[in-house]
């Protein structure tokens, strides 16, 4: 599948979700529950967490479409996850209180292969 049609699936897949550009008032968090419905310009997104909720980006990456996935969090335990569509608007796809913001166990070097030299 080429880049083109990574971001036609992932386009194709939001808008049979019925994802559709929120009005500034409405927001999943807003609703009191998790809506694929509040989309928005990513900045405008951003600034809107950040104002009602305290909320900022504590993590991000970019998934197996190319879309950028961010994790807003606050200090007083709200959270919200949003994909990015390349070119197109952030869409918040979960969203709730009670994040904990714990680190995973560091886990055990693998041990070497014996048929590999060092």
Same mark, same amino acid.
């Given at each position: 599948?080429?880049? %083109?049609?990574?971001?036609? #699936?992932?386009? !194709? #897949?939001?808008? !049979?979700? $019925?994802?559709?550009? !929120?009005?500034?008032? /409405?927001? @999943? +968090?807003?609703?009191?529950?998790?809506?694929? !419905?509040? *989309? /928005?310009?990513?900045?405008? =997104?951003?600034?809107?967490?950040?104002? +009602?909720?305290? &909320? /900022?980006?504590?993590? &991000?990456?970019?998934?197996?479409? $190319?879309?950028?996935? +961010?994790?807003?969090?606050?200090?007083? $335990?709200?959270?919200?996850?949003?994909?990015?569509?390349?070119?197109?608007?952030? *869409?918040?796809?979960? @969203? $709730?209180?009670?994040?904990?913001?714990? %680190? =995973? @166990?560091? =886990?055990? &070097?693998?041990?070497?292969?014996?048929? %590999?030299?060092?």
């Amino acid at each position: 599948m080429t880049g %083109h049609d990574n971001r036609f #699936a992932a386009t !194709a #897949a939001v808008l !049979a979700l $019925g994802v559709v550009v !929120a009005s500034p008032s /409405a927001d @999943a +968090q807003s609703l009191g529950q998790p809506s694929p !419905a509040s *989309c /928005a310009p990513q900045k405008a =997104l951003t600034e809107k967490l950040d104002q +009602q909720f305290g &909320e /900022a980006v504590t993590g &991000e990456g970019v998934d197996a479409a $190319g879309n950028l996935v +961010q994790v807003f969090t606050s200090e007083n $335990g709200t959270w919200t996850i949003a994909v990015t569509i390349p070119g197109g608007p952030s *869409c918040i796809v979960s @969203a $709730g209180e009670g994040w904990a913001d714990t %680190h =995973l @166990a560091k =886990l055990p &070097e693998p041990a070497p292969d014996p048929g %590999h030299a060092s």
